[in-house]
């Protein structure tokens, strides 16, 4: 028979959910100016992406549907630009990864001046990417006064690297500044690996390749694929370094997607076009780090087994 009184059970399910809120409360604000910075952004992007609309005509603007995406898809420069992107990104964190795993292997070790060589190996991840980029093209890779080209005089050589490898030389300035990041990863992994495990198997006579290969390796496994995922999310947005270096030439062969976006935007005037490619090129990165990250995730919860 009901007493009209509020039965305990609802009593503490209101309980729970003002406590719920009570916790969620101040991250509210956090969560408002997430949403306003990047989701309304978006918004817009997707309905400019439906447009027609060319800056140097005023009043041109009208609906045009999915028509800037069926151009996009059929632009050959956009899937040029486009493997140019891929291999612009898995060139430089392969490249980085390998350095910063060699150069952390170097660090875990007890030597004179260790602490200086950690603080020079730091050093390029602390120098903001448009100074890189202005050093690597002003004092590394000029054909005139270039430091690579006067190493390299002796030996005859002489190269326009902007000119005849602008792809690589992007690269290399890329790799030069995500190494540090690899490796300050990496050696976070190879700090945490329990010791008396090592001395144990150097007590068991494994040798340093062996222990490296079954040991060390595969704790690191899961440090090298969060810092291999990151770094690919973070050079995807890469603008300054092919800006400041190349921009985007000789024609589109060290464009990446950022920069052809800003051409197409900002120096051809096609908004409409520009913010169809800004939309493929997220949707694309979402979908990617998406499934990178769920694999990540189940490694370091432990239901994935290390290699």
């Known amino acids: 028979m009901s007493t009209g009184k509020p039965s305990i059970t609802s009593k503490k399910e209101q309980i729970s959910r003002a406590e719920g809120w009570r916790r969620r409360g101040p991250l509210l604000p956090a969560l408002i100016f997430l949403l306003v910075v990047t989701q309304i952004p978006f918004v817009f992007t997707l309905y400019y992406s439906t447009q027609s609309w060319n800056l140097v005509r005023p009043g041109s603007r009208h609906f045009v549907g999915l028509s800037n995406y069926v151009d996009v898809f059929g632009d050959r ?5 486009t493997l140019n992107t891929v291999l612009l990104i898995v060139g430089t964190v392969l490249i980085s990864v390998v350095l910063g795993l060699l150069f952390a292997l170097l660090l875990d070790r007890k030597f004179i001046g260790r ?5 020079l190996l730091i050093t390029p991840f602390l120098v903001t990417p448009v100074a890189a980029a202005l050093l690597w093209k002003t004092s590394l890779l000029s054909p005139t006064n270039g430091l690579v ?10 190269v326009d690297w902007l000119s005849d490898f602008p792809l690589m030389s992007v690269m290399a300035e890329l790799v030069w500044q995500w190494t540090p ?3 300050l990863l990496i050696l976070a992994g190879l700090q945490s690996m329990p010791r008396d495990v090592q001395e144990a198997a150097r007590v068991d006579g494994a040798t ?7 040991l060390t390796l595969p704790h690191l496994r899961r ?3 969060l810092g291999s995922v990151l770094g690919a999310i973070y050079l995807v947005n890469t603008f300054d370094a092919v800006y400041m270096m190349t921009s985007g030439g000789p024609g589109v062969s060290s464009a990446n997607l950022p920069f052809y976006i800003y051409q197409r935007a900002f120096l051809g005037f096609d908004i409409g076009q520009a913010a169809a490619m800004g939309v493929v090129t997220v949707i694309g990165t979402i979908v990617i780090a998406t499934f990178a990250l769920r694999l990540i995730f189940k490694s370091f919860s432990g239901t994935e087994e290390a290699a």
């Not at 420069?77 to 630009?81: H, L």
């Not at 602490?115 to 603080?119: N, P, S």
């Not at 340093?208 to 079954?214: A, I």
Request: a positive charge; hydrophobic letters at 55%.
């Open 77 to 81: 420069q956009f899937w040029q630009v």
């Open 115 to 119: 602490g200086i060589v950690r603080t």
């Open 149 to 158: 080209n006067w190493a390299l005089n002796p030996l005859g050589i002489h």
């Open 181 to 183: 990041f690899m490796m």
């Open 208 to 214: 340093s390749f062996r222990l490296f290969r079954e």
């Open 223 to 225: 440090f090298i694929e």
